[in-house]
């Protein structure tokens, strides 16, 4: 697929790391970083007061964007209209988008402009098993503006994945998760020691929202990204396979290998980024981590 402005094929390498995401290793075993669109074709909410802001902040009405992006086979089933919200409380320290960790950083958008995005692209997510998925950021910080995205979603048939730690779970109302087809929850260490360590906040609140998801039917893809010497000890890995293996509601677990591919935004947002010199895992490390998934009877890509 040829990428046009606003519209993102997936797997395009993007040399200069700007916007780029982790996604699931491709056959070749070569990580790819993929761009996305920014706000390109989303109109901005209008100006208001700002208490009126507020107010429809509050509602739901309006929500902080990063950017957005159509792909295929990433972030769930089919092509995907995928939205990326602003604002994250995790602090990552492979964060490939320390520009989205602020929700203030983000762009205002209606839901209802978001929701005429949603319906333009129904014929594809109708022809390839698509649809909509929401992810950041975090979209928890926003469970207003994402529960009436994904609702207004589901009212249209559109299937809905959302991109999530889970930190944020207790945000996540039942009627909301009730409009939600698929979860990416991203389990980014097993030991709690090193889950602060990468990401300078406390494990337990995944593992509980992951533990919630499976006793209501919640479908997941678990990923993880492999980072040598920060995620890859057999003993942490073990961790993260073990509980994943408790859920049964997962369908497949993800390995995503680090790269340094979006490593120049720490300089440009002058951030201090402690995994310079951190290589990629190698197809011998990657291939072992997949294995510790697998003998435990889970589905790995
Ligand atoms: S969860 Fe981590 S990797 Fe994802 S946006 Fe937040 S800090 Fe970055």
Redesign the pocket.
Known sequence: MTATLGEHAAGVVAPDGINGF?EPVPEDNVPRLRRAAGTAGIDVAAEMTHAEHVAAVRAGEIGSMHSWELVTAVDGPGTRLTVFLAG?????L?????D??KMKDGEPVAVDTLLARVRRYLPVFRATGGGLTVS???PLMQPAFLGRLLRGAKEMGVHTTID??G?LGTHASDALLDDVDLVLL?I?SGLPGTYRRA?GRDLAPTLDFSRRLAERGNAMWIRF?LVPGLTDAPENVAAVADHVATLPTVQRVEVLPFHQMGRDKWDRLGMAYELDGTPAPDTALVERVREQFRERGLTVY
């Open positions: 982790y994250c409380p995790l602090r990552c492979y964060c490939h988008n320390p989205t960790l950041g950021g975090e999530t730690s930190l991203d980014k990401t990204v």
